[in-house]
Structures are given as C-alpha cells and as structure tokens.
C-alpha cells in the first residue's frame, strides 16, 4: 500500500462549482496536512496546512482531515478558471513528509 | 521577501554527462530540499540539508548528490546521466530541518537526450 494515496484526475468542472479533492494515507505518524497548488511550469505553493484532525477554512478553501480514517480533503467553492491547476496534498509527521502524485483541475468558464 | 530561486530553469543534456543543479533558499532558512518530478511518479523525494549537513535521504541511487554551503545554497549533482533522470528538478526550503511548510522554487527542467 502506498504511503499516499490521491486520485490523479484529471477532474473538469463548470465555472461557480464546488470542487472536491482527497487523500488516503496509511502512516498513522503523520500529524500535518498539506495542499500545495501547482500552476503548469511553476513549482507548487503552499495553499493551507492544517494540524491533527478537524476543519480549516481560508476564503473559497476548506481543508479537512479525519485521522481516524486517514483521509484529508480539500473543497474549492465558487470554483474560477485561475484555480485550474494541479492539486497536491502532503503530510508530514515523525521526521517524514510525503506527497500524493497530485490531482488536475480544470475549471471550465 | 525574495522566494526560492533555481537555476538555472531549463538545460538539456546528453546521456552519460554530468549536471549541477542551484538552489538559493528564501533568506533565513536553513533547510534545503530537493524533489524529482515526473508524471509517472509524482513529487519524489531526494534529500534534505540543514547546516551544511544531509539530514535525510530518499531512495535514488548514488549518482544523484547534493551539498549546502555555509550560506544555506545548495547544489545538486547528477553523474552519469540516464533518459529517465529526465524531470522536473524541485527545491524548497524551510526554516528548520523536517519543516512542514515547505517553500519550492520554480524548478529546473531536466532534459536528457
């Protein structure tokens, strides 16, 4: 079983959709959570991060992470052509990070 | 606050040559780590520096080498060149060492021939 798990996609959405993305992990050492956004040629960035279980919301972001299943997700509200990109989740705990293959959204205007 | 910086951003080269890759983190972090990525596989991890020292290792043969200098930049080296160390070449730095908010650079594209 890999330590990651994240459907690559790609996913195609209409413009003002809601937009659902997530991860399964099996490393029960993993204590922060991370979505990264990567635009084509650009490295990824730091879109949220969030520690232990629970919900964080940042504008159009939720991030939400269920430890006791070892799932993570990411909702993308009122979905806009400029968040078409490449989603990756990471998570991080005891010295070890790890990242998903990443996820591609496309939002369609 | 100037990002993480690599150069240089696109360099092709033919199998059996040798690269050295740069990376300039963001100022005042020390830690410095390298992905590979690639379609197939996704963001692998190479190695992470901190205080001019290797702290952690992924699972990449010997050709692939790294070094930090005092000034917290690294370098990365590739020997011996194959089609398929063919990628995205990623760093990102982080204040201290295992930080969880990794900052990446744009990435140097790897191409070999």
Same mark, same amino acid.
């Given at each position: 079983?890999?330590?990651?798990?994240?459907?690559?996609?790609?996913?195609?959405?209409?413009?003002?959709?809601?937009?659902?993305?997530?991860?399964?992990?099996? &490393?029960?050492? =993993?204590?922060?959570?991370?979505? !990264?956004?990567?635009?084509?040629?650009?490295?990824?960035?730091?879109?949220? !991060?969030? !520690?232990?279980?629970? &919900?964080?919301?940042?504008?159009? =972001?939720?991030?939400?992470?269920?430890?006791?299943?070892?799932?993570?997700?990411? =909702?993308?509200?009122?979905?806009?052509?400029?968040?078409?990109?490449?989603?990756?989740?990471?998570?991080?705990? &005891? &010295?070890?990070?790890?990242?998903?293959?990443?996820?591609?959204?496309?939002?369609?205007? | 606050?100037?990002?993480?910086?690599?150069?240089?951003?696109?360099?092709?080269?033919?199998?059996?040559?040798?690269?050295?890759?740069?990376?300039?983190?963001?100022?005042?972090?020390?830690?410095?780590?390298?992905?590979?990525?690639?379609?197939?596989?996704?963001?692998?991890?190479?190695?992470?520096?901190?205080?001019?020292?290797?702290?952690?290792?992924?699972?990449?043969?010997?050709?692939?080498?790294?070094?930090?200098?005092?000034?917290?930049?690294?370098?990365?080296?590739?020997?011996?060149?194959?089609?398929?160390?063919?990628?995205?070449?990623?760093?990102?730095?982080?204040?201290?060492?295992?930080?969880?908010?990794?900052?990446?650079?744009?990435?140097?594209?790897?191409?070999?021939?």
């Amino acid at each position: 079983q890999k330590e990651v798990e994240q459907d690559p996609g790609p996913l195609s959405v209409p413009e003002g959709a809601i937009v659902s993305l997530n991860c399964t992990y099996s &490393n029960s050492a =993993f204590q922060y959570f991370m979505w !990264y956004r990567q635009y084509s040629r650009k490295g990824p960035e730091l879109l949220m !991060y969030t !520690y232990s279980s629970g &919900n964080k919301e940042d504008g159009r =972001f939720t991030a939400q992470v269920d430890k006791s299943s070892k799932y993570i997700s990411l =909702f993308i509200r009122d979905s806009q052509p400029s968040d078409s990109a490449t989603y990756l989740c990471a998570m991080s705990g &005891n &010295n070890r990070l790890a990242f998903g293959k990443g996820n591609q959204v496309v939002v369609i205007p | 606050k100037a990002g993480v910086t690599q150069t240089p951003r696109y360099l092709i080269k033919t199998r059996g040559q040798q690269v050295t890759l740069s990376c300039s983190p963001i100022s005042g972090h020390r830690s410095v780590s390298w992905y590979q990525q690639t379609p197939g596989q996704g963001l692998q991890f190479l190695f992470e520096y901190f205080s001019e020292t290797q702290r952690n290792k992924g699972n990449f043969p010997g050709r692939f080498s790294g070094r930090q200098f005092s000034n917290s930049r690294s370098e990365m080296n590739v020997s011996t060149l194959e089609l398929g160390d063919s990628a995205l070449y990623l760093c990102a730095s982080t204040l201290g060492q295992g930080g969880y908010e990794q900052y990446f650079g744009p990435g140097t594209r790897l191409t070999v021939t």
